[in-house]
């Protein structure tokens, strides 16, 4: 068992409902080991710039409810940079931190990687994002919340959608990864579900208007922004000419995807994860993130994480596909 006396905490990165949980987790855990613990303010900026408080555990009392993060969280450009890191470095040491848990995504645990690897200093990856697109893990903290909202959403657009017999197109988040659209598109009942993993798709999206010009009914097309055909806009406006009959319509779901209370799955799953991450640097563990694959937490090097692609499933594409017709 390693000696840690003192850790770090903080969010990086786009924020999603459940990080709050997974502070107040990280926090009381440290706590009940005798462990003190410093938030780190905005990210890896807040790293660099020495903004730490020490937390107690009435400091994170009455927020696992809450969306957001108490801890702010900020995109850092310095810390890419050697110069950035080693100042990050030193406010670590100054302050006399044994170790440090990153709750984000991706970029996140990439910055953590290299800290670890250029100091030594052991970092605990917690997967926060609502793209649920890390490597090692199910489900990340935030997802689970992000499609409720989007199926909340999208049965609302349905009913206007059906009383004017309009076709709606409904963007939703996921630049690189599609699985918002595709499980948001199935819980809803999408027509056409458009992903970034899945090539030509207007060629389907065609087919389907053409059929759809057969009858006087609604629908609802889910497309991830960042699709390869462009964005919900963009893909509105090639087909509207092509199809002047109908009457389409955009909307972009946008931001209310990351807000809001966490669900019960994300609040719990948050809190597992909190207190697997200080768990895991007591037991000596470096570089790794803590997940959760087929409910059990597992851990997973952050090297891995960052470089392993990790593809939707190949089962709800099918799934989608047959109950499109």
């Not at 080693?86 to 990687?113: P, R, W």
């Not at 570089?287 to 997973?300: K, T």
């Amino acid at each position: 068992m390693a000696k840690i006396n003192r850790i770090g905490v903080l969010t990086s990165g786009g924020d999603a409902p459940g990080m709050n949980a997974a502070i107040r987790a990280v926090t009381r855990t440290a706590i009940y080991n005798n462990i003190e613990v410093y938030g780190i303010n905005r990210g890896y900026e807040g790293m660099i710039e020495g903004d730490f408080v020490k937390l107690q555990s009435k400091d994170v009392s009455g927020i696992i409810q809450k969306g957001g993060t108490i801890l702010k969280t900020a995109r850092s450009a310095r810390f890419r940079t050697p110069e950035g890191r080693q100042e990050a470095y030193e406010n670590l040491t100054k302050f006399e931190l044994d170790g440090i848990v990153v709750i984000g995504g991706d970029g996140s645990f990439t910055g953590a990687s290299i800290l670890s690897q250029e100091f030594g200093i052991p970092v605990v990856g917690i997967p926060g994002t609502i793209d649920n697109d890390l490597y090692g893990t199910d489900y990340t903290i935030g997802y689970d919340t992000c499609l409720n909202t989007v199926v909340d959403a999208v049965d609302k657009i349905r009913d206007t959608a059906s009383s004017h017999n309009r076709i709606f197109f409904v963007e939703v988040m996921g630049r690189d990864a599609g699985f918002v659209a595709l499980e948001g598109g199935i819980a809803t009942g999408a027509e056409v579900i458009m992903i970034p993993e899945v090539k030509n798709q207007m060629v389907e999206l065609r087919q389907f208007l053409s059929e759809r010009a057969k009858s006087n009914r609604s629908s609802i097309i889910v497309v991830a922004e960042g699709d390869d055909e462009g964005s919900a806009i963009e893909i509105a406006a090639r087909v509207q000419p092509e199809f002047p009959q109908f009457d389409i319509r955009v909307t972009i779901l946008g931001h209310i995807q990351r807000g809001g209370s966490p669900s019960c799955y994300d609040r719990v799953s948050a809190s597992r994860l909190g207190v697997a991450a200080v768990e895991a640097l007591l037991d000596d563990q470096k570089s790794i993130m803590v997940g959760i694959v087929h409910g059990q937490v597992v851990h997973v090097p952050l090297s891995k994480t960052v470089k392993t692609h990790k593809g939707v499933p190949k089962n709800l594409l099918d799934v989608a596909h047959v109950l499109a017709i």
